[in-house]
């Protein structure tokens, strides 16, 4: 049998029930035709396959060699004889694929030693009401900043448990901007202040980190591990993992030591912070596939290079789409605010309506898929995680151009 895999980035020491990670903090149907997908912009050598170009919000697009590695481990994971699907998450075949994805993880984001990294169930929006169970009375204030469909879903759950402040809002714009931090009506003694990092649906993103006195909590599902991230500077970060990390299934949360332990008597032990770092997330059986395909995922981004070079290459890709629409001359219309526009979400429209499903159709029959917008906005959205290759931004943009041409 083949030895478990190592634990390298950084050294590990299990104490107990806890994991104890010395961190030295370093920045570390259609149509196939023509969709020859590369896994991502900076892996030029993974082997191409026959496959359609996803443009999906979520569940998103993977690495095609990540794909294929966990195919050619599927029945037997590293020679233990059983898939990681059929592995108990107490033994120590799982419980280094575990140890791994947590390591990779902190050395990926610089994770300060004094934060617990949780792998959780329920998504994203289980953590609405995690939040405030865990981090305040009924009779507390918190802030929130209201900048789209998700930051809204955050305040009406919050709104069940504790006195909600909308410190600022887009909604009068239809989220298109983000209000500037000097136009905020933050309360006296807010617990904590609360954002959406990047608006999946809207498609604007919050391109620096904001100054409050009080702990500072994000969802950064949709742009998680797509860019730099100074985590000392945030009470608690949250990603549901479908967008830029794994299959759909698996939440993480990073949260600061010094938060955890407040939870309400009426917090279920399945939502509590503190409980499940003292389980080291396996209170009950974790969502284990997920969590080893996030593991696959985080080695490949820490041999690309890291964040800063991901960001780069997400800059690059999305900019390529950007500046198609922008040079049609009103033919595609972005509503979203330059200054905030998302590198992952690229929301559009067209100048005569009329021909969106046309468009959503013909790109499907040319392999460009998922550019549907959400029911909420309508229009089209190009979803530009970090496994879109280049070539599927340029593919997009080509094609923009070509219907464009066909239609004028």
């Known amino acids: 049998m083949q030895a478990p895999l190592e634990i390298s980035r950084p050294a590990m020491l299990r104490r107990g029930n806890s994991r104890v990670l010395r961190n030295n903090g370093s920045n570390y149907k259609a149509v196939r035709k ?126 069940k448990y504790v006195n909600v402040n909308v410190a600022a809002t887009d909604k009068p714009n239809n989220f298109t901007n983000i209000p500037a931090q000097s136009e905020w009506e933050l309360s006296s003694g807010a617990k904590y202040l609360h954002f959406c990092a990047n608006e999946t649906i809207q498609g604007v993103e919050f391109k620096y980190t904001p100054e409050v006195g009080v702990p500072l909590i994000a969802d950064f599902s949709s742009n998680f591990l797509s860019k730099p991230v100074d985590v000392s500077k945030y009470g608690m970060i949250y990603a549901g993992v479908q967008k830029n990390l794994g299959p759909a299934g698996c939440t993480v949360v990073i949260v600061r030591d010094d938060l955890l332990g407040n939870s309400r008597p009426e917090c279920p032990a399945m939502l509590d912070y503190a409980i499940m770092a003292e389980n080291d997330s396996m209170y009950n059986t974790p969502p ?32 390529v789409i950007y500046d198609a629409i922008s040079g049609s001359d ?74 464009q041409s066909n239609h004028s």
């Not at 395909?293 to 964040?307: A, E, R, S, T, Y």
Request: glycine share 8%; aromatic share 8%.
């Open 34 to 159: 023509s969709a020859k997908q590369i896994s991502c912009v900076s892996s030029p050598a993974a082997p191409t396959t026959d496959r359609l170009f996803n443009f999906s919000a979520g569940p998103a697009c993977l690495p095609i060699d990540v794909l294929q590695e966990a195919q050619e481990d599927l029945i037997n994971w590293k020679g233990s004889g059983m898939s990681v699907m059929e592995m108990s998450h107490r033994g120590k075949d799982f419980i280094s694929i575990a140890d791994k994805a947590e390591a990779d993880l902190r050395a990926l984001m610089g994770i300060p030693d004094n934060y617990k990294v949780l792998f959780l169930q329920g998504g994203a929006s289980t953590q609405f009401a995690s939040i405030p169970l865990n981090f305040t009375t009924a009779e507390d204030t918190v802030d929130y900043i209201q900048t789209g469909s998700w930051g809204s879903k955050a305040i009406k759950e919050a709104q």
């Open 288 to 319: 284990c596939f997920s969590i080893y395909m996030c593991g696959l995922v985080l080695d490949k981004l820490l041999k690309m290079g890291g964040l800063s070079e991901v960001e780069k290459n997400n800059k690059a890709k999305a900019a």
């Open 330 to 403: 009103g033919y595609y219309n972005c509503p979203v605010n330059d200054a905030v526009r998302s590198c992952m979400n690229i929301p559009f429209t067209m100048a005569d309506s009329d021909l969106e499903k046309e468009f959503i159709a013909t790109a499907a029959e040319n392999g460009l898929v998922q550019l549907k917008g959400h029911r909420s906005v309508g229009g089209m959205r190009a979803s530009v995680y970090n496994a879109m290759p280049m070539e599927g931004a340029e593919k997009l943009a080509k094609f923009m151009k070509e219907f």
